[in-house]
C-alpha cells in the first residue's frame, strides 16, 4: 500500500475528489496518508480532519529562503513515508530537493489541455479567461508528472471540455472540476498506486 500526500492551498475539492475515490475503493494500491497546506487557514485541512487524515503545514513565509522550505517540505513527506505526491492546488513551487527526492513520484493537475494555457502564471481563474479570451471551443485538464518546468512534465492523462456559449470563467472552472479534473486526478492515482505508469 503506497503512502500519497496530497498538497493543498485553498479549498480542497480536488482533495476531495481523491477522498471520495479512495472510500468507494478506486485507490486500491494506495492511501491518503497526509495532508499538507501551505496556508493554515485552507478549507482542504478541514476536509482531511473529517475524513480523519494526517494534516501538516509548510509555509514558505516561515523560512528565510526557498531552499529552506524546499528542505522543511521535503523532511514533512519523509519523516511520513511518503511515496507519491499530488499536487492539488499548491500554489507554492517546489525546489529542487523535493524534486530530486520525489523524481517521477509527483502528480499535478492543471485545468487546461496542456500546452495550452498552461506555465508561469496560469493557474485558476486566470487559466479558463485565457481560453475564454483565445475564443478555443474545447479546453479541458490534464494530469501530468511534475518536473522543474512549470506544468512541463510527462503527460499522463487528459480529457477535454467543451466551452459553451456564454461561459463565463466561473462556469467554465466548475465544469472543467467536474467532468475532467475530479475524473483524472483519482484515475492517475490509482494508475501510479498499481504500478502502470
Known amino acids: 500500500m503506497l503512502k500519497i500526500a496530497v498538497l493543498v492551498s485553498g479549498g480542497g475539492t480536488n482533495l476531495q475528489a481523491l477522498i471520495d475515490a479512495q472510500g468507494r ?4 494500491g494506495g492511501e491518503i496518508a497526509l495532508v499538507v497546506a501551505s496556508r493554515p487557514d485552507a478549507y482542504a485541512l478541514e476536509r482531511a480532519a473529517k475524513a480523519g487524515i494526517e494534516r501538516a503545514v509548510v509555509r514558505r513565509k516561515d523560512f528565510d529562503d526557498p531552499a529552506a522550505f524546499d528542505h522543511a517540505l521535503c523532511e514533512t513527506l519523509r519523516s511520513h513515508g511518503i511515496d507519491l505526491v499530488v499536487l492539488a492546488g499548491f500554489l507554492s513551487i517546489l525546489g529542487p530537493e523535493v524534486l530530486a527526492e ?3 513520484r509527483i502528480i499535478n493537475v492543471h485545468p487546461s489541455l496542456i500546452p495550452s494555457f498552461c506555465g508561469d ?3 485558476g ?3 479558463h479567461e485565457a481560453a475564454l479570451a483565445r475564443g478555443v471551443k474545447v479546453t ?3 494530469v501530468h508528472f511534475v518536473n522543474e518546468i512549470t506544468d512541463g512534465g510527462e503527460i499522463i492523462l487528459q480529457k477535454a471540455v467543451d466551452i459553451l456559449p456564454g461561459d ?4 467554465l472552472q466548475k465544469r472543467v472540476m467536474t467532468e475532467a479534473e475530479w475524473v483524472l486526478l483519482p484515475k492517475a492515482v490509482a494508475l501510479f498506486c498499481a504500478g502502470e505508469l
Not at 475503493?25 to 486500491?28: A, L, V
Not at 463565463?168 to 462556469?171: D, K, L, S, V
Open 168 to 171: 463565463t470563467p466561473e462556469a
Open 25 to 28: 475503493g478506486e485507490i486500491p
Open 140 to 142: 479541458g485538464a490534464t
Open 102 to 104: 520525489y523524481e517521477r
Open 125 to 127: 481563474l486566470r487559466v
Open 121 to 123: 502564471g496560469f493557474y
